[in-house]
T-cell receptor
Framework: GENVEQHPSTLSVQEGDSAVIKCTYS??????FPWYKQELGKGPQLIID?????GEKKDQRIAVTLNKTAKHFSLHITETQPEDSAVYFC???????????FGTGTRLAVRP | GAVVSQHPSWVICKSGTSVKIECRSL??????MFWYRQFPKQSLMLMAT?????????EQGVEKDKFLINHASLTLSTLTVTSAHPEDSSFYIC??????????FGSGTRLTVV
């Protein structure tokens, strides 16, 4: 089955700086790679996703890159704000809507 | 957009009792629902996948007789934790999708077994 590794487990940045979270996956058949933000006591919220036919996708301050050959993808958050503080999970699946295999999570703290 | 409502948001039950968690799709027909479990400071782990009108498919290591999943309608799936024990205390989260569309997560249920 699929295995997703995520690094770092914790990340602390100064407000305004950029944050980068990296994930690798094992199953070359995976084609859908979403990123979720989870706040304490809440369900995960989809913030951006990318499909295997695309190398990069951007939505305002958030971007995701995918290297299918190397089987890794990354989340980039620019101009971080304190409200970006949360736990971020990457995930992989064969297609959007399919069952997801999650990474281990990154706790991001943005210092004001 | 697609909205999934999960109820209750938190529940405390005594060891040995059963507790039911509901997951509803409010504005779409949930042909497939997924149930995940998340222990404190850990990742989400898939427990089972259910298709409306069919028996759920459980992931390896998840006891189907302990975690009963019912998906009898296109808008409602329930997860019943039977004979709950303290080690079942966790955050249970459902997600639902219509056909092959993207899935949407519920807000989760915090179960504490005392």
């Amino acid at each position: 089955g699929e295995n997703v590794e995520q690094h770092p487990s914790t990340l602390s940045v100064q407000e305004g700086d950029s944050a980068v979270i990296k994930c690798t996956y094992s199953d070359s058949a995976s084609n859908y790679f979403p990123w979720y933000k989870q706040e304490l006591g809440k369900g995960p919220q989809l913030i951006i996703d990318i499909r295997s036919n695309v190398g990069e996708k951007k939505d305002q301050r958030i971007a995701v890159t995918l290297n299918k050959t190397a089987k890794h993808f990354s989340l980039h958050i620019t101009e971080t704000q304190p409200e970006d503080s949360a736990v971020y999970f990457c995930a992989a699946s064969y297609s959007s809507g399919d069952k997801l295999t999650f990474g281990t999570g990154t706790r991001l703290a943005v210092r004001p | 957009g697609a909205v999934v409502s999960q109820h209750p948001s938190w529940v405390i039950c005594k060891s040995g009792t059963s507790v039911k968690i509901e997951c509803r799709s409010l504005d779409f027909q949930a042909t497939t629902m997924f149930w995940y479990r998340q222990f404190p400071k850990q990742s989400l782990m898939l427990m089972a996948t259910s298709n409306e009108g069919s028996k759920a498919t459980y992931e390896q290591g998840v006891e189907k007789d302990k975690f009963l999943i019912n998906h009898a309608s296109l808008t409602l799936s329930t997860l019943t934790v039977t004979s709950a024990h303290p080690e079942d205390s966790s955050f249970y989260i459902c997600s639902a999708r219509e056909g092959l569309r993207d899935s949407t997560f519920g807000s989760g249920t915090r179960l504490t077994v005392v």
